[in-house]
Each structure stands twice: as structure tokens, then as C-alpha cells.
């Protein structure tokens, strides 16, 4: 019995221990380190213009003007809202619920996957006319696991140029060398998949489309 | 392909390293961290009045016990109450008493099934000071208990050694530094590591976005250095905040993978330590074989499912080359998510790369598989005491065959050691098959599918053999914060870690009485290539026929109803 008592009294005394050193010291230390390291990641990678952040280096936006790439299919709509969307409508239901990530949880035989992509086809057709249905590659039509993928494949950005160019006013070569800017090549040449950023494309897009209108 | 052959050529040299310094500093011997972290110990010991006495069997499993005890009731306090404490800069609620219940038994127990979503129903101090902390906690409890059983295998007595110095020997000398080193490689790649409060941003288009950030590094590294697997986020390492590259995926991988292969390395040299030095003693490569066949099998199953695709996209008319991208992200693609979702299930981690309900049938069988076998390295220790489990099971049953007496290690494995052997082997499958029965025969069960026909049934037994295995991974679909779902698989994490625990020291504490005998010509040879293959055959034996009627109306339907 008094073993028990004194095997009690260690293991309390462990668990405090352990919730200082763990819990506080170890996150605290990690913080420090990172901070002073590598600032800017540490902090979100966040892109700044004319000193306002206008989203980070690897969260993907949604992205709805025809001037702009589009981006994979989210079930959180990137945690994109307006204010609107936080006002509750009649039945004091609101679109947008707060930050999340993750997808439809659609399974391959799911009927629901099949009638969401199937509309989202006609709705990427109908935007992009002289784009071929057996064109368009399947990753702009799935949606990614965390709703946030900053990446489309190559082709899925190649697909979008002309609907870009003719919105935008910009010339296609343009587009095409703003795709070339922001490719993503496999890391050491072997690891991952080729891609492109979206949004810094966008933003580059954005850039040029102001300095046309000066 | 090369992509994967690479990792896995990268992890050999690591992991036999790691489990040379494992066996290091669960023998006690001398480290070149040893100057400093002597001290620290010292002054842990002392504060808790840790004595360096030897514990016996039964003593070491209640200190296990009343420390986790002490560690879920502090826990979850916290999870209670943390709307009211500092550090939540977010303005998050108190969490639900079932949620609560159920995350704090998730935790405790390693498995990390995560009933909430991060970025909502956690404050910073919760992801800190619960989620963080037991993460620590329980990987070292699991790594303490697997030290102790693999003692008492070459032992020649029941008392020997003290949970409470290997547990904070396992935190201070391995988990620790090595969460430190992968925490800052992590943020080099662009994981946040912050207190400050979420972010809004207006985006080009004028409109706002919410952009969730945190102390994400340094729960990530730990998260995989202890195979526990719970996510900061609610879609866990598929958010470019918690591995926004190729490279942070594959330091991800390699962390999880790095301990549960350095146990086998570890108990490997102590089992050969009297003959000469080995590299890799010939017992452990045995085991170490059995488990990569199986790793491999599962993982080229994966990748073949998933790079054809899913033929219902391919009758859309659009093109597929990338293979099946539903839930996956773009700078993983197939090859990356193949691997880390066999590795997540295999070294029963729980983090995922990419939503395994989305996965093709095939491709969900294989981690469900791994959790059902639950012996494919396995997390933190423990899945190489459950591979032990079938180890003198093979011997046993191989020695009948051939009409030998069973021995291991010297040790005569007689009739109370198989009586248990077969009640801790049966335990996992009975908690997996009875809970689901009862979840599809009860309507709160039924509830929580969310998707129809077969596939249904695949989530409800994917939330269970997660449970048990103490894996911690979902088909995420399952709506499952409710009540039925929190208790249930509360209750199947619960017996899954604790009983499985208990009764592999009480097989060992048997064993380490035992009196030894010399290996003769007679004694079954246990560490060549005939015995590995066997102890394969054993494994999917048992595996496939306790679980193929259950797989065969889940995954196996579905895949036939996609190719007809």
C-alpha cells in the first residue's frame, strides 16, 4: 500500500513535469527558433502589397473573374466569404461558418461525385468555348483534400489562357510566360509533380493588367 | 516510382542508426547528449522523487496506468475549460463532454482520432498543453512499454528496470531533440510557428479570406516523431500550413517512420549483444523482413489503384493521366500520397496527406488492412510487441507441426503464455467486428454514414480498426461527433491500448521467469529466411480470415461495383 501511494505521488509529479516541459518550455523554445530563423515563413508566408496582406505564398484563393486562373474544386471555397456571407438569412443560416479545410468525402461510386463534376464540366465549357471537354485534365475538376491547394497541374493552366487573354486584354504569350514564371518543377527533378501557383500567377496578372490601364 | 524507391533507400541507413542510439539509451549506456541531458534528468528525477529501483512486471503497468491517469484527468480539465484561459486568441468555446471524453482517450492512447477540427475547437494552450504535451506523453509510454517487454525477453528475472526513468529517459534523449531538429526543418518549408491570431485578408478580388495559423511546427514534428498523427488543422497534414512541400512531406514520412523500425533495430542488438557487435542482429532482420514484405505489398497495391484512376471520372470525357485526384492535393499527386497513406496505416501514425475516403476501393483496402493486421512495424513500440504476439505464435504452431517443444530466446513457451497470446491477438479483431456490428444495427450508428452502398460499411469498419490500432486516421466522411461515436470508439481506443498492453508485460513477465535453456539441434531456428516467410504466411492467415468476410462486403463489393 505504501508502495502504491509513493508510485501515485511520482506519477502526479511526472505528469506536471512533463506539462511544463512539453506543454510550455518545448513550444515556447520551437517559437523562438523559428522566429529568429525564418521569419517570414513562421509567420504564414504571408504576401504583402502596398503593406496589406493579400493571402500567403501556399494557400490557394478562389478565384471567380474570367481574367484570373481558376483553381481546384473546394469544399471550403478556400475560407473565401464576403461580408454577406457572414450575415445570417432569413432562416439564421450563414454561408460562411469560420476557418476549416478538408473536402466532399465524396467516394469513388458516390453518385453525388459524378453530378458535381458533371456540372462543373458544362460550367468550365461553357466559360472556356474553345476548350475540348477531353482537354481538360482531371485535377481542376477534383477537389483537393484540404480545400486549399494553391497548386493546378500545367495543362490545367495552359486550358485557361485563352478565356485569360481574351478577358484580360493581355496577349497570350504574356500569360503563357506568367505560367512559365510560376511553374513548380519536380523538387531534384524526381520528387512531386510539375505545377503552377495560381495565385502568385494571379497576382502577376493583376500587376500587368494595372500597368496596361496607367 | 523512383520517387518512392528513393525514400525508402534514404530510411535504411537512418533507421539503423536511430536504432543503435534507441539501444543506447535504453540499456543506459553512454550517448554524446549525455554531458547535458544527465542534469536535466537529475533534476527531473529528484523534483518527482524518482528512485533507480527496479520495478517488477505488474509494478511497471500500474505506473504506467496511474501516470496516464494523472495525464487524462489534467487533459481533460483543460479541454473543459480552455474558453476561460489564456492563449486563445481565436475566442474558441469549451469543447462538448463526449467530444471531450473521446479526444482526451484519443490522445492518451496515441491513436489521435480527432472527432473536432482543429482551427475551431481548440485555443492555442489546448493544442499546447493537451495535445502537444500528450503527444510527448504517450509516444513515451508506448516506447517504455515496449523496452520493458523486449528486457524480459532476455532477462532471467521479473524486475528489472523503472517506467519512470525510461519514460523520461524516451523524452528527454530521443523525443525531444529529435522534435526540435524536424520542427525547424518544418518551418524552413513554411510551417507557421506563431501565437498570434488567425489572419484576414482581402484577396484581389475584394473579397475576405480567413487564413488559420499557430504553434503548427512545433506540434507537426512531434506528431510524426511519435507516430501520433492528430492534425493542428481539421484536414491534418493535406494543408499546405502543415506540409506545404515535397520535401516537408517527405521529413514527415521519414519521422514516422524512423522510431517503430528503430525498436525492431534496438531489439534486435539486445537480443544478439552477447555474441559479437552486428549491424543489424539477425533475430530483428527476421521480424524486420517479415514486416517490409507486407509494407511492400500494401504499398504497390495503393499505388497501382490509384494511378488508374477512377473509371466513373474517365466516362465524364475528361483526362485522367494524373490518376485519381479526388481529395489528393496537386504537389503530392498519386506517388506521394501512395506512399504516406501505406506508411501513415503501416507505422500506425494517423496523419494523412491526402482524404482516404476518397481513395479508390483498392486503395482504401490497404491501410484498413494495415490497421486490421496492426503488426506492419506498427507505432511507437508497440507494434513490435504485437508482431512478438505472433512471433511465438508462428513458433508455437510451426514446433506442432514438426513436433518440437516451442522455445524462444531460450525461454519454453508452454500453455499459459499461448492461452494469452491467443486472448491479446483476438482482442483487436473483436473490438474492430463487434463495434461495428452494433454501429450498423443501431440507428445513432447508422447516422453518422455519409456514403451510400457499400462504401458505407467500409467507413464504419475504417473508424474502428483506426480506433483500435490506435491509428487515428479516418474515412473523414463519417459524421461521427456523436454521441454513439464518441463513446464507441472512446471505448475501442480505450481496451485496444490498455488491455493489448497489459497482457503483452504479463506474457513477458512469464517469459522472464523462466528458466533458460542452451539452443540444441532440436530447437526451431528463428531468425532465417524459411521462419520470416512463415511468420508472413501466419500473419495474413490470421488477418484474412478473421477480417476477408468484413472486407469482402465493404472495400471488395465496392470495387466490383465500379468495374461492372
Known sequence: ?214 | MWQIAIVLIIYLPLVILTGHYLYRVTLQQKTWLDPLLDKVDTVIYKVCGIKRVDMTGKEYVLSLILSNAFMVFMGYIILRIQALLFLNPNNINNMEETLSFNTIISFMTNTNLQHYSGESGLSYLSQMLVIIFMMFTSAATGYAACMAFCRRLVAKTDTIGNFFIDFVRVITRILMPFSIVVAIILVSQGLPQTFSANKTVQTIEGKLQDIAIGPIASLESIKHIGTNGGGFNGANSTTPFENPTVLSNIVEMLSMMLLPGACVVAFSLMVSHRKKKAIFGKQGLAIFTAMSILFLAGLVTVYIAEKAGNPIISELGITQELGSMEGKEMRFGVAQSALFTTVTTAFTTGSINNMHDTLTPLGGLVPMFNMMLNVVFGGKGVGLMNMMMYVLLTIFIACLMIGRSPQFLGKKIEEKEMKLIALCILIHPAIILLFSALAVATPSGIAGITNPGAHGLSQVLYEFASASANNGSGFEGLADNSTFWNVTTGLAMFFGRYLTISIQLAIASLLAKKVWHSDSVGTLKTDNTTFTLLLVAIVLMIGALTFLPALALGPITEHLQLYS
Open chain 1, 1 to 214: 500500500m505504501r508502495k502504491f501511494f509513493e508510485n501515485s505521488k511520482q506519477a502526479l509529479l511526472i505528469t506536471i513535469i512533463m506539462f511544463i516541459l512539453c506543454g510550455f518550455i518545448y513550444p515556447f523554445a520551437v517559437t523562438a527558433l523559428a522566429q529568429g530563423l525564418y521569419h517570414h515563413k513562421a509567420n504564414g508566408s504571408l504576401i504583402e502589397m502596398d503593406g496589406e496582406a493579400v493571402g500567403s505564398e501556399l494557400i490557394g484563393q478562389a478565384f471567380t473573374a474570367p481574367e484570373y486562373f481558376w483553381g481546384r474544386v473546394s469544399s471550403v471555397n478556400y475560407n473565401v466569404y464576403t461580408r454577406e456571407d457572414t450575415i445570417p438569412d432569413d432562416n439564421g443560416q450563414v454561408n460562411y461558418n469560420g476557418v476549416s479545410s478538408g473536402t466532399f468525402n465524396y467516394a469513388p461510386t458516390n453518385p453525388e461525385l459524378k453530378k458535381r463534376i458533371e456540372a462543373d464540366i458544362e460550367k468550365f465549357l461553357l466559360a472556356n468555348p474553345s476548350v475540348k471537354r477531353q482537354d481538360i485534365p482531371s485535377d481542376l475538376m477534383t477537389a483537393s483534400g484540404s480545400g486549399l491547394d494553391p497548386h493546378i497541374s500545367m495543362k490545367a493552366a495552359e486550358i485557361q489562357v485563352e478565356r485569360i487573354a481574351q478577358a484580360s486584354g493581355l496577349p497570350k504569350e504574356e500569360i503563357n510566360k506568367i505560367i512559365e514564371a510560376n511553374l513548380e518543377k519536380r523538387t531534384l527533378g524526381i520528387f512531386g509533380e510539375r505545377k503552377v501557383n495560381f495565385l502568385m500567377a494571379n497576382l502577376e496578372i493583376m500587376k500587368k493588367m494595372d500597368r496596361k490601364r496607367d
